[in-house]
């Protein structure tokens, strides 16, 4: 059985920066994708990176583009999160997930995740 544990949230600044990572065991992540989706108080929860663990493919909210950059390290079975230029809006609970490796479909909503993290808490506040 995959598990996913998140880490790396916590308070930052506006403007400021984080690095999230997600450490799976249990399982390889061979033939996957992996990646982030968010949840903010009130809100769904919604796609914020995945990547493709056979091609290194990633797709990007709209909202998160050319602020956060997805990476893995197969050899760890980890990915990461980096998250620049931080803005109140991303405050949210991050929930590290794995699913198919479609480009198409990786990320889009929820129900593309067969696996789920706990979660970790970025709150972005001055």
């Known amino acids: 059985q995959l598990q996913l544990v998140e880490s790396g949230g916590g308070l930052v600044q506006p403007g400021g920066s984080l690095r999230l990572s997600c450490a799976a065991s249990g399982s390889t992540l061979d033939g996957y994708a992996i990646g982030w989706f968010r949840q903010a108080p009130g809100k769904e929860r919604e796609g914020v990176s995945c990547?493709?663990?056979?091609?290194?493919?990633?797709n990007y909210a709209a909202s998160v583009k050319d602020r956060f950059t997805i990476s893995r390290d197969n050899a760890k079975n980890t990915v990461y999160l980096q998250m620049n230029s931080l803005k109140p809006e991303d405050t949210a609970v991050y929930y590290c997930?794995?699913?198919?490796?479609?480009?198409?479909?990786?990320?889009?909503?929820?129900?593309?995740?067969?696996?789920w993290g706990k979660g970790t808490l970025v709150t972005v506040s001055s």
């Open positions: 997930a794995v699913g198919a490796p479609s480009v198409r479909s990786m990320c889009v909503t929820p129900r593309w995740a067969d696996y």
């Open positions: 990547i493709s663990t056979n091609d290194d493919r990633a």
